[in-house]
Structures are given as C-alpha cells and as structure tokens.
C-alpha cells in the first residue's frame, strides 16, 4: 500500500515502566518503584528505533517520575524530532485524586518535561484514560496549568475509563476555565457502538488485520486521523513477572513479543506523525481542488 496521499494520523507513545501499570497498582505501589528493575529506557530507545526506520515521529506522553531519572533519554526524544507530552507525575488514576492532588501532579510534571525541552509542553494524556463522566472537573484544572490539547476521553464502554457518548474525533471543549482540543482515543463504529481502535492492549489481543481496516475506514471513507498508541513496556517481552493474578499477568503479558513486529507493519502501511502536528494539519484551510480521500481513491473539491 503507497502512503502518499493518506491521511497523517497521530502516533502516540505512553511512556511508563512495566510496574506502573493501573492493574499492578495495589502490588506495586509508588513507595516500592525503586525496588524494581527498570526496563523504561530499553523498551522506549526501541520503540524510537522503530520510529526511525519509518521515519515517523511520534508524541511521546512521558511520566515525570521517569523523565526525573532518564532526563537525557527526554531530551533525545526532542533532538529526533519527536513531541514530549505530560504522562502526569506519578501515573495516578484521576478519580483517585483530590482537586489539588491533580493540579500538583500535572504540575509537577509538566514543569520537570519544561525544564528538560527548553519548550512548553502543550498535550496530556490520563493514566488509564481516566478522565471519565466523574471526573471531567480535571478538564479545567488542564486549562489552568497551560494545556492546549488532551487525549484521555475515550468514547466506550468499559469498566474502568471512558465516555461512550463523547464525540469520536478532535474538537474544541469550551468550559469554564476555558477552551482544550480533545483529540480522543480513536474508535470505528459498527453496529450502533464504538469499538476501539486505539492500540495499547488492543493492538495486543486482536488481529493486525482489524487494525489494518479500521485505519482504512478511519482514514479514507471518514477522512479523520487516527490515534495510535503503545506502551513504552509492550516492545519488552523480556521483562520481569509482576506476582498478580493469574488474569492479571496474562492480560499484561498477552503477545509481548509480537508487538514489535505488528508496529512495522502498521508504520508501513500508513503515514503517522506527532499529536501536534495532527492537529495543525486540520486547522490549516482546504485550499480549492486540494484532493480529498473517499472511498478508494481521490476526487477534488469544486467550487
């Protein structure tokens, strides 16, 4: 498949240690990080290997607690080309946090990712996309320390995140504080539900080939950008067992060692770029006859 004329979509990378995960969070609890093997900047220096035989660029959401320890593998994410988000500080599910918890963590970390780029850090991402119907208060708090855009609302069903009446693609959220472009987790709709489309575990658990359509769908009949994201701990298949439960450590471990290898295939069959750069394509005009992807091919737009 040729990528010229494909929509560029987001490609995004959540970058956590494997004992940070949501699942492992009463077994390994932030007092007890530093007892573990840190597998961070193997797995993530990977990935940028992996980004770079593709010569995409990618939106890096970077917990500050990691970017305190690995500042130089930070600073090589900018010098490659690459955007450095806020991941928070210390990978905290929102509703577990009080008003001035979140604004402390967000803050923390977004002034640590600063201070290391010598730029503003504009993008954020929740922890286990946990900015849900009870939780939406943390939109302002982001307005308030300086965010311009937020990835965390996905639009599904599922027991622990999401809001599966939010609008599917990027748009403008007006609140109180302010305004914040939500660019959500992507999904394709099929029979009246949003499935996702989004990577993580998902890109894990089911065949390449459902991803293959639906950023086909995605990009060429909706003519929208997809985001794509992976955990920095996916390209690890080598890393230590966390003692969970047995649902636990298979849902964690699930086809580690095929990720690799489903990533360049995803790298080559579309084209991919930074969050920031997804989002200043779409607000630049259609310029008059500038073609258009419908279906299986182009057709230009007439006055």
């Known amino acids: 498949m040729s990528k010229e004329n494909l929509v560029t979509n987001a490609l995004t990378v959540d970058v956590e240690d494997y004992f940070q995960v949501e699942a492992f969070a009463d077994i390994v609890p932030p007092e007890d990080w530093e007892k573990w093997e840190s597998r961070v900047e193997f797995s993530t220096r990977r990935l940028m290997d992996v980004f770079a035989q593709h010569q995409a660029r990618a939106t890096f959401f970077v917990v500050g607690w990691i ?8 600073r090589d994410m900018v010098a490659a080309g690459h955007e450095v988000a806020c991941h928070g500080y210390g990978h905290r599910f929102i509703g577990h946090q009080t008003y001035d918890e979140f604004r402390a963590d967000i803050r923390r970390a977004k002034n640590i990712l600063e201070d290391l780029i010598g730029e ?17 208060w943390a939109l302002d708090i982001l307005i308030e320390e300086g965010f311009r855009y937020d990835s965390s609302i996905f639009p599904i069903h599922h027991d622990r995140y999401g809001i599966p009446t939010a609008e599917r693609f990027p748009h403008m959220l007006r609140r ?16 009246g539900q949003n499935l996702p489309m989004v990577g993580g575990g998902y890109f894990r658990f089911l065949p390449y080939r459902w991803f293959r359509w639906g950023f086909n769908h ?18 690890d298949p080598d890393q230590p067992v966390i003692p969970g439960s047995q649902l636990s450590i298979w849902r964690h471990r699930f086809n580690l060692h095929k990720t690799e290898a489903r990533l360049h295939r995803l790298l080559s069959d579309f084209r991919f770029s930074t969050m920031r750069e997804v989002l200043q394509l779409r607000e630049r005009p259609m310029a008059l006859h500038e ?9 230009y737009v007439h006055d």
């Open 291 to 299: 073609p258009v992807l419908i279906g299986s091919g182009p057709v």
């Open 67 to 74: 970017a305190e320890r690995y500042p130089q593998m930070v």
């Open 176 to 191: 109180a504080a302010g305004e914040l472009m939500e660019f959500p987790p992507s999904t394709v709709r099929v029979g």
């Open 218 to 235: 995605l990009n060429r009949v909706e003519r929208q950008a997809a985001v794509f994201m992976v955990h920095a701990w996916e390209v």
């Open 120 to 136: 503003e850090v504009e993008g954020y991402r929740a922890p286990t996309y946990s900015i849900t119907a009870q939780s939406l």
